[in-house]
């Protein structure tokens, strides 16, 4: 039976407002769906650790999402044994997202009377919530791959800065490789966001997947000006909580600024990111000459005015969502071989990427002398808009049978 071009999407969390790599990703490419005539609803969870929703914030995604259920992560000690309880079939992040019998039966109603054409699993942690819609609805599943999530887990753990936090990713590892393979194993199709990514599920024999890579609709449009009129010499913009983050941020601190200093004194750089940790700020004390944003209104403001853009990044798996949108402005960007990993060949010589901290620096130097985007960008922003909006919008189709 041909169904309308209806979609639930269900999300670990609001994905509103874009300030992590996942919610650009969501964020953006649903809301570029939304303008292509998709009906969408939104399942996602909150944690009472999480900044609150504003209505502003709620007026954004209703223009995107027709109906959004916004599902409480309970944080209750009887909660965290429940969690424990579920580990052996359940890993932690997924167990915490297991919708009650009430809730489920509610979302089952609604998910009848709307008649969805797929199930979206924009990310793996409400897989459990999501199959049941699917099965109630008689329609498939398809997955957002975001990372290799059980090795990403493991990443993080070692990144870790504290005994506390890596205790936290360890628990949280326990069952990940097998619901996560077993999950992309059941579904329709996955859609990935990093080419590595898809290889090493194909190499599992999961041959129903393919690259997706985050998507940002044309009206969306960046600030370019002339780099006479950027603020710093060098921008960066990404979460500064996760321990991988961190990891870099140090690295770049500790090994990379002191050449910066030597070859270009008064270098000014600035680093922007959403709630720093105390962590962070530590970190940031030791390099009094970076601007630190916290919780910068515009992540435009930030990129536009670096005439060179870095991603530091140590680990990490499937692609950094913030070298994506670094490649939307006309800059040249200094990364890792982690920050460039994940990405087709269309954007081979976009990145100039060096692991070892002197060379970075040299390679930032030599960026400041001509810092203009390497031939071929504004064809690498095509695959990141409307052109990768158009093949996601008719894979989705194709799979969900509209």
Known sequence: MMRGKRLIVLTSDLPYPPTYGHKVDQYHRWRAFAARGWRLRLICWRSPLDAPASEADADVLRDVFEAIDILPIAHSSIAFARRLARLWRHPSHVAARVPDAATQARLIADARAFGPAAIILDGIYGGVGGEGLARACGVPVIVRGH????RYFEQQASAARDLRSRVAWSIARIGLKRYEEGLIRRAAWTFDISADDVAYWRRRGIARISWAPTVF??????TILPPAEKRWDVAYIG?????????????????????????????????????????????????????????????????ANGRVLINPILSGSGVNVKSIDMLRYDAPIVTTSVGAQGFGPEVAGQFRIHDDAAHFARAVIAALAAPYPPAGRSGVRNLFGEDGITEQSALIARVAGV
């Open 239 to 303: 979460n500064l909580r996760l321990p991988n983050n961190l990891r870099g941020i140090s690295w770049f601190i500790s090994d990379v600024m002191p050449h910066l200093r030597a070859l270009r004194p008064g270098i000014r750089c600035a680093f922007a990111g959403a709630d720093p940790s105390p962590a962070a700020l530590a970190l940031f004390a030791g390099a009094p000459d970076i601007e630190v944003i916290a919780n910068a209104p515009s992540a435009d403001d930030i990129l």
């Open 217 to 222: 609709s044309g009206d969306r449009a960046v």
């Open 147 to 150: 990372n290799i999530e059980h």
